[in-house]
Structures are given as structure tokens and as C-alpha cells.
């Protein structure tokens, strides 16, 4: 089934394509029609050698122009079909399974980059045996590192919860 549909949608963009090139073709004909018409117009009232000239010059001012038209008409074309070179390739890639396996992919990397951020974070104090530990150099990425309770820091964090814990309360 997805065979069939990229093969009709091939021949639906061909048959586009070929439509836009009749169309841009029909266009810069008619265009140069018109500048033709213009020019033979303007040789027509000119009699004397002087018009002749100017005509001759604008004569050749528009087939230089004409000529460009060509030439930018050349590079659109080019243009269009890398693009659609390009749609076919991107068709072809999305039915292919293969952008499947690659969002999958980027969304389970994307999952459990923010699952190993919330597991570092996650806990308010984290006792680590040593600064040397890879305990230790794990929650050195946290954002708050500064929760990271060493064994010397230990004694001074129980000998001053002793003290708190003796002193009266104030009362307000």
C-alpha cells in the first residue's frame, strides 16, 4: 500500500511539475512576444538613420534582456527540480521506516538523559564515603553539589545538631 502511494503521489508532483514548466515556458514566450511587438512597432515609426540606430541599440538591449530572462528561467528550473529531488528523498525516507527509528531513537536518548538528571538531582543530602569515590564524582554534576556530606564533614554536622538541640527556643 505505501508503494502505490508514493508511486501516485510521484506521478501527481511530475505531472505538477510538468504543468509549472508548460506554464513558465508559455509566459516568457508570450513576454517576448510583447518586447517584439514593441520593437517592431518602434522600427516601423523610426525612417530616418538616427531611429534606425536607436531601434538597432534597443533591438539589442532587449535580446540581451530576452537572453537573461532565458538564463534566469534555466536557473528557476534547476532550482525546482533539486527541490523536488529533494521532497522525493524526504518521501522516500519517511516511508522507509527509517524516520520511525530515528525519532524512536532520539526519544528514548532524550527520555533517559532527563531520567539520569532527575536520578542525580533527586535526593536533598547524599553521603559519600569518599571524595574519591565515584559516588563522589556523580554528584559533583548536581546542581546543587554543595549537599555532598563527606565523612569529616559528618561529626561537625552531628556536633552542631547537638548544640542546636540544647539550646533553648526563643520565643517570639
Known amino acids: ?25 508559455y509566459r516568457l514566450k508570450q513576454e517576448i512576444a510583447a518586447k517584439e511587438r514593441t520593437i517592431d512597432i518602434q522600427v516601423e515609426k523610426a525612417s530616418d538613420a538616427k531611429a534606425n540606430k536607436l531601434a538597432a541599440h534597443k533591438l539589442e538591449k532587449i535580446q540581451a534582456w530576452n537572453e537573461a530572462q532565458l538564463e534566469r528561467q534555466k536557473l528557476r528550473q534547476k532550482r525546482f527540480e533539486q527541490f523536488k529531488g529533494l521532497v522525493f528523498w524526504l518521501g522516500g525516507w519517511v516511508a522507509s521506516g527509517r524516520s520511525g527509528i530515528f525519532f524512536f531513537g532520539s526519544a528514548m536518548l532524550a527520555s533517559a538523559t532527563f531520567a539520569g538528571v532527575t536520578i542525580i538531582n533527586l535526593p536533598t543530602n547524599l553521603s559519600c564515603p569518599d571524595p574519591k569515590s565515584p559516588c563522589y564524582l556523580v554528584y559533583q554534576m548536581r546542581f546543587n553539589n554543595k549537599s555532598v ?22 520565643r517570639r
Open 1 to 25: 500500500m505505501g508503494d502505490d502511494t508514493l508511486t501516485i503521489f510521484f506521478a501527481h508532483a511530475d505531472a505538477v511539475a510538468q504543468r509549472i514548466r508548460e506554464w513558465n515556458e
Open 149 to 170: 556530606i563527606l565523612p569529616q564533614q559528618t561529626k561537625d554536622i552531628i556536633a552542631e545538631y547537638e548544640r542546636n538541640k540544647n539550646k533553648p527556643k526563643r
